[in-house]
């Protein structure tokens, strides 16, 4: 019985079995955690995401960008971008099922001794404040202001409640946050490696912060990190779909396994060409 913590997948669907059958991934003994991102940049979306529908019985995953600008596109307020993989999904029969499953799934996720999350949490909040954001936001995009809740570009004369606001906030923090500075104000166009980082700004995870020091956060989102592994960090995206390799560590002895791409979406951001 083990579980194994898997980076982006971003469609790279051909490399997450053969990284399952590299770890001897068996459905009915183990547990799949995923950092988001499942699908779009990469050629085989609908396959990966009806691939995690069929196995949602050993697996757990949280939501990513990328998966959120999926469910905002079928509910007409997606912004699309000329390097999005994702027609396949949207043009299926079974999409609305797909995107009513999706919509389900977590945004941060707490496992044991650790915490799921696509991007980073924002340095003032605790443990406890990540959860009530993410509580919050989730049901909102179940319920029947979640179109609202998604729209990259708020019309003028829309009243968004407090809590639209607010969860907005939190969805930008947990599924885009790599860099902030002191007061949690995001970097939001900086994909680089923390090396190229020029102060006010930080890592979202090297800002002092009140969370609690016994669990660890496992995230995935910043390809240009790489595989990073401290104490109480483990950072899982290395950029399979940018012609580097799908990762997954299992969680209880810190092995990790990795699946070199077969594709590489074009093109690649010089950003991620060099690694950290
Ligand atoms: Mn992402």
């Known amino acids: 019985m083990s579980t194994y913590a898997i980076g982006d997948i971003h469609g790279c669907f051909d490399e997450l079995i053969l990284l399952l059958d590299r770890v001897g991934f068996s459905p009915g003994r183990d547990t799949l955690l995923l950092t988001g991102d499942l699908i779009n940049r990469g050629p085989k979306s609908l396959e ?15 939501l990513g960008n990328h998966d959120l600008h999926l469910i905002a596109t079928a509910l ?5 971008d000329s390097r999005d993989t994702i027609d396949d999904i949207l043009k299926a029969s079974d999409c609305p099922t797909l995107i009513d499953w ?20 924002h340095p003032d909040w605790s443990f406890e404040v990540a959860r009530l954001r993410a509580r919050e936001a989730e049901s909102i995009l ?11 570009d708020v019309p ?3 009243s968004l409640g407090e809590g639209i606001d607010r969860a907005r906030e939190s969805i930008a923090c947990l599924t885009r946050l790599r860099a902030c500075d002191a007061a949690g104000a995001m970097n939001a166009r900086f994909i680089g490696p923390p090396r190229d980082l020029s102060p006010p700004f930080r890592p979202w995870f090297d800002w002092p912060s009140p969370r609690e020091t016994d669990k660890t956060i496992v995230f995935g989102h910043w390809a240009a990190l790489d595989v990073m592994i401290r104490e109480r960090l483990i950072a899982l ?8 390799c799908l990762s ?6 810190r092995a990790l396994f990795q699946q070199p791409s077969k594709t590489a979406a074009s093109p690649v ?8």
């Open 248 to 253: 997954a560590l299992r969680l209880e002895d």
């Open 156 to 158: 003028s004369g829309l």
């Open 48 to 62: 990966t995401l009806r691939w995690a529908r069929r196995h949602e019985g050993c697996l757990r995953l949280v």
């Open 102 to 121: 999706l919509r389900e799934m977590p945004l941060l996720l707490r496992v044991g001794d650790f915490y799921l999350v696509h991007a980073g949490l």
């Open 269 to 276: 951001p010089p950003e991620l060409l060099e690694k950290p």
């Open 142 to 152: 179940q319920g029947r202001f979640a179109a609202d809740l998604l729209r990259r």
């Open 76 to 80: 007409g307020v997606g912004k699309g």
């Open 237 to 244: 995206d290395s950029g399979c779909v940018w012609n580097r």
